[in-house]
């Protein structure tokens, strides 16, 4: 089992940055990929960035060159620095891993909402 934290979502007007943590816990050795999606109301969720186990990141179009996620082993936590946040980037977003075994695990989630 893996247990996410995901923390450091909140409010912030369109142009600005925010920077979310996820601590990961448990059997963090299992892990594999690990990374963010997001889920705007009535849409489906989506990815948002992945780090895989060699430190190669993954994104959508929709963020390139906006959002960085880096990956601290030392403390099994992930990290999502956004920048340049428009209001379409309004979602919750949810940590994510996937581990050697094949298993996935979520996070609660953290609010980002970004204001015209």
């Known amino acids: 089992q893996v247990q996410l934290v995901e923390s450091g979502g909140g409010l912030v007007q369109a142009g600005g940055s925010l920077r979310l943590s996820c601590a990961a816990s448990?059997?963090?050795?299992?892990?594999?990929?690990i990374g963010w999606y997001r889920q705007a109301p009535g849409k489906q969720r989506d990815l948002a960035a992945l780090?895989?186990?060699?430190?190669?990141?993954d994104y959508p179009d929709s963020v390139k060159g906006r959002f960085i996620i880096s990956r601290d082993n030392a403390n099994d936590t992930v990290y999502l620095q956004m920048n340049s946040l428009k209001p379409e980037d309004t979602a919750v977003y949810y940590c994510?891993?996937?581990?050697?075994?094949?298993?996935?695990?979520w996070g609660q989630g953290t609010q980002v909402t970004v204001s015209s």
């Open positions: 994510m891993t996937v581990t050697w075994t094949g298993r996935t695990f």
């Open positions: 448990g059997s963090t050795f299992h892990i594999r990929v």
């Open positions: 780090i895989n186990e060699g430190g190669r990141p």
